[in-house]
């Protein structure tokens, strides 16, 4: 059962990024400086996709949980990083015109983050069947696919694509 939950979590924790790519700092870092003022479409995906590849190493470093406190403890910490990834990427500013869109898009993003926590409670509570029921809601799952549908057609290439 543990080894169930553990492979539910890994598909909660599959918004954003890919550590596969090589890191591009051509248009990410200066999109990144320039902070909410307007910034080109191009740049804001350079700038975004950047944040999204560095947030998944970061998650990636997590490792593989085990137990129940393993759980919690990832959990835990995938949230953070994942607020942290959404909250920089919201610091970017938005291309002219394209602030709805973004706003819905990073609004269906952010469930994520809040199923985590509860995973992250219900772990350390030691409620194994919560921690199930949480990881495979099909409404956070549909939340999630619905945003990375829109991430692509929004044009981009690493923020919401599966992690593992």
């Known amino acids: 059962m543990l080894a169930l939950c553990a492979s539910t979590l890994a598909l909660v924790v599959g918004g954003c990024g890919d550590?596969?790519?090589?890191?591009?700092?051509?248009?990410?870092?200066?999109?990144?400086?320039?902070?909410?003022?307007?910034?080109?479409?191009?740049?804001?995906?350079?700038?975004?996709?950047?944040?999204?590849?560095?947030?998944?190493?970061?998650?990636?470093?997590?490792?593989?949980?085990?137990?129940?406190?393993?759980?919690?403890?990832?959990?835990?910490?995938?949230?953070?990083?994942l607020e942290r990834q959404y909250q920089a990427i919201r610091d970017l500013g938005t291309p002219q015109g394209d602030r709805r869109t973004l706003g819905k898009l990073i609004d269906r993003f952010d469930r994520e983050p809040k199923a985590l926590r509860l995973i992250a409670k219900a772990a350390a509570a030691g409620d194994l069947e919560m921690v199930d029921a949480t990881a495979i809601d099909p409404a956070i799952g549909l939340a999630l696919d619905g945003a990375a549908k829109d991430a692509a057609a929004y044009g981009l290439r690493v923020c919401g694509t599966p992690e593992r």
């Open 19 to 81: 550590s596969k790519k090589p890191a591009s700092t051509t248009g990410a870092a200066a999109a990144a400086a320039a902070g909410p003022a307007a910034i080109s479409k191009a740049d804001w995906l350079a700038a975004a996709d950047q944040l999204c590849r560095e947030g998944r190493a970061e998650r990636d470093a997590l490792g593989e949980p085990r137990t129940l406190a393993d759980i919690a403890t990832f959990a835990s910490a995938a949230a953070a990083s």
